[in-house]
């Protein structure tokens, strides 16, 4: 374990092979990174670009009328297979029928997207903000995407096929355009990666500036943030090492507190059955 902390962090300085012992700090992060001999599970976990801490990510699905909690996970930080799309797909795999799905940007992945779409469900996922690559300049809803066509025409009307990777390389088409300031800051011009599911996040963007989704989205929030504030009060830190026992405790945390709200909402006992009032 010793030696994995420390070799992940180090590479071989540049012409040698790491046996003459000539090693230099590691200019990248290693995939993977175990932070911890304590816990080689918990990982570095980026909440926000400037609010970053150590351990899991935990995940619930609740229903927004009454804030039970439908389904929960806890998972390791990073890696494809924890990823928010990945574990927001599994939490929703019992339901049934068509249903509307809300959810804050972070789980607002093309791959998600996706998902949702293939099982037929309503997308209500807030999209993530689209940033200019300069200040005040365009963003990539600036640029009209023709996916049928796979061509991208800028702000300025030039027109480019997309490559096999699935750029739009406008290059020298920029040297001389007036709207150069306030579109790339790139010595060899503006270069536009189009995503495989670039179509779905323009068209939840597009969604997401509708009053009546804007509407239907505050609707809803409210009892869910609320859920999570029952669920974290007092409980920010694990109590345990490693993902499965942190995920047996929340679902255990989660039960509970669906008893009390459900209790809260009038839950009685009948002599026989348990019943709502």
């Given at each position: 374990?010793?030696a994995?902390?420390s070799?992940?962090?180090?590479?071989?300085?540049e012409g040698s092979d790491?046996?003459?012992g000539?090693?230099r700090i590691?200019r990248q992060?290693?995939?993977?990174?175990?932070i911890?001999t304590?816990?080689p599970?918990?990982?570095?976990?980026h909440?926000?670009?400037h609010?970053?801490?150590?351990?899991?990510?935990?995940?619930i699905?609740v229903?927004?009328e009454t804030?039970?909690i439908?389904?929960?996970?806890?998972?390791?930080a990073?890696?494809?297979a924890?990823?928010?799309?990945?574990v927001?797909a599994?939490?929703?795999?019992a339901?049934?029928g068509?249903?509307a799905?809300?959810a804050d940007?972070?789980y607002?992945?093309?791959?998600f997207?996706?998902?949702l779409?293939?099982?037929g469900?309503?997308?209500v996922?807030k999209?993530?903000?689209?940033?200019?690559?300069?200040?005040?300049?365009f963003?990539?809803?600036?640029f009209?995407?023709?996916?049928?066509?796979?061509?991208?025409?800028?702000?300025?009307g030039v027109t480019r096929?997309?490559?096999?990777?699935g750029?739009?390389?406008f290059?020298?088409?920029?040297?001389?355009?007036?709207?150069?300031a306030?579109c790339?800051?790139?010595i060899?011009?503006?270069?536009?990666k189009?995503?495989p599911?670039d179509?779905?996040?323009?068209q939840?963007r597009?969604r997401?500036?509708?009053?009546?989704?804007?509407?239907?989205?505050?609707?809803?929030?409210?009892m869910?943030?609320?859920s999570?504030a029952?669920?974290?009060r007092?409980?920010?830190?694990?109590r345990?090492?490693g993902?499965?026992k942190n995920?047996h405790?929340?679902?255990?945390?989660s039960?509970?507190l669906n008893?009390?709200r459900l209790?809260?909402m009038?839950?009685t006992h009948t002599g026989t059955?348990?019943?709502?009032?």
């Amino acid at each position: 374990m010793l030696a994995l902390l420390s070799g992940q962090d180090v590479e071989p300085v540049e012409g040698s092979d790491g046996t003459d012992g000539q090693w230099r700090i590691a200019r990248q992060v290693a995939s993977d990174r175990v932070i911890s001999t304590v816990d080689p599970e918990s990982r570095h976990v980026h909440k926000s670009v400037h609010r970053r801490q150590d351990g899991f990510k935990a995940h619930i699905a609740v229903e927004p009328e009454t804030g039970i909690i439908t389904d929960c996970a806890l998972r390791r930080a990073n890696g494809t297979a924890d990823s928010e799309a990945t574990v927001a797909a599994d939490l929703l795999e019992a339901e049934s029928g068509p249903v509307a799905v809300l959810a804050d940007s972070a789980y607002g992945s093309g791959q998600f997207r996706a998902h949702l779409v293939e099982r037929g469900y309503r997308d209500v996922v807030k999209p993530a903000p689209v940033r200019p690559a300069v200040p005040g300049g365009f963003t990539v809803d600036d640029f009209t995407v023709d996916h049928a066509r796979a061509q991208v025409t800028c702000p300025a009307g030039v027109t480019r096929s997309l490559t096999a990777a699935g750029n739009a390389v406008f290059g020298i088409a920029c040297a001389d355009c007036v709207l150069r300031a306030r579109c790339t800051a790139a010595i060899d011009g503006k270069t536009l990666k189009v995503r495989p599911h670039d179509a779905l996040q323009r068209q939840a963007r597009r969604r997401a500036r509708d009053p009546l989704w804007i509407n239907e989205y505050r609707q809803h929030r409210p009892m869910v943030e609320r859920s999570i504030a029952w669920l974290t009060r007092g409980n920010r830190k694990v109590r345990y090492r490693g993902v499965a026992k942190n995920d047996h405790w929340l679902h255990h945390r989660s039960a509970a507190l669906n008893l009390c709200r459900l209790l809260t909402m009038g839950l009685t006992h009948t002599g026989t059955a348990w019943a709502l009032a």
